[in-house]
């Protein structure tokens, strides 16, 4: 049960501390954009069942899969998109470190 928990809240910390470090001039907007790519998370409404504790997400939701996590790097080389870029691998990354944390692969 704590494993979920400590996931979500490390879903806003850690966009809390890559914007205080990298944009402490713009710490909000760049927090609430790293945040709001939380929303990658609606393709697991098209899952049977919605949310399922022991499942990992890389590789079996459809905005989670490998060629998408691939475009969310190359929005790293667009100055505008570099935020969304970075909250998406944020995210990636959370969730793959969740997956190692339940014995994955």
Do not use: E
């Not at 966009?15 to 998370?41: C, G, K």
């Not at 504790?53 to 929005?75: E, V």
């Amino acid at each position: 049960m704590l494993r979920p928990i400590i996931h979500i809240i490390l879903h806003f910390a850690a966009p809390a501390v890559i914007a205080r470090i990298a944009y402490p001039n713009n710490f909000a907007r760049a927090w609430l954009i790293m945040a709001a790519t939380m929303l990658v998370d609606l393709d697991h409404l098209i899952a049977d069942p919605i949310y399922d504790a022991g499942r990992c997400s890389i590789g079996f939701h459809p905005l989670h899969q490998y060629p998408m996590i691939g475009i969310y790097a190359l929005l790293l080389l667009v100055p505008k998109l570099r935020l969304i870029g970075i909250g998406l691998l944020l995210h990636m990354f959370l969730d793959v470190t969740d997956c190692f944390w339940m014995g994955w692969p």
